[in-house]
C-alpha cells in the first residue's frame, strides 16, 4: 500500500492562489469593459430618441399650419369630383389656378422638410417659422382671391 504524506496536499510552495487572482482581474476588466459598453449604447439610444423627438415636435408644428392650407386647396378640387358633369360647381379656370397654388404649397411643403432636417439652433428655427407663418398668410389670400372669383 503506498503511503501519502499529508504534508504534500497543503504545500504553500505552490502558486495556485497567483492563478486565481489573475483569473479573477481578467473577468473584472472584462466586466468593466461590458458594463462601458452597455452604458454608452443606452446613452446614444436615449439621445437619439430626444433627439428625434425634438426634431418631430418641430417639423409638426411647421408643417401642420401649411398643411391646412393645402387641405383646403384639396377640398375646392375635390368639389367638382363630388358633383355630376352637369352640376360642375368649379370652373377650368378656376380649378386651373386651385392647381397652380397646391402646386406651389407642395414646394414650399418640401423646401420647408429639408430645411428643417438642417436646424439644430432655436434662433435658425424661429426664422424658418416665421418664414412659414408668411407664406402660409400669402397662400391663404390667395385662395380667398381665387374661391372668391367665381366657384
Known amino acids: 500500500m503506498a503511503s501519502f504524506d499529508v504534508e504534500d496536499i497543503f504545500d504553500q510552495d505552490i502558486p495556485d492562489v497567483g492563478t486565481g487572482s489573475k483569473e479573477v482581474e481578467k473577468q473584472k476588466t472584462n466586466l468593466q469593459k461590458d458594463g462601458f459598453r452597455a452604458g454608452l ?68 411643403e418640401h423646401t420647408c422638410l429639408s430645411a428643417s432636417e438642417t436646424v439644430l439652433e432655436d434662433v435658425k428655427f424661429r426664422e424658418l417659422e416665421r418664414e412659414v407663418e408668411q407664406k402660409v398668410k400669402e397662400f391663404g389670400s390667395q385662395l380667398c382671391q381665387i374661391t372668391q372669383q367665381r366657384l
Open 41 to 108: 449604447s443606452a446613452g446614444q439610444e436615449e439621445e437619439l430618441q430626444t433627439g428625434f423627438n425634438k426634431a418631430f415636435s418641430l417639423a409638426v408644428t411647421l408643417l401642420q399650419k401649411v398643411s391646412t392650407v393645402r387641405g383646403q386647396i384639396c377640398a375646392y378640387l375635390s368639389l367638382n369630383h363630388i358633383y355630376r358633369d352637369d352640376q360642375k360647381k368649379i370652373t377650368e379656370d378656376t380649378q386651373k389656378k386651385l392647381e397652380d397654388l397646391l402646386q406651389d404649397v407642395q414646394t414650399f
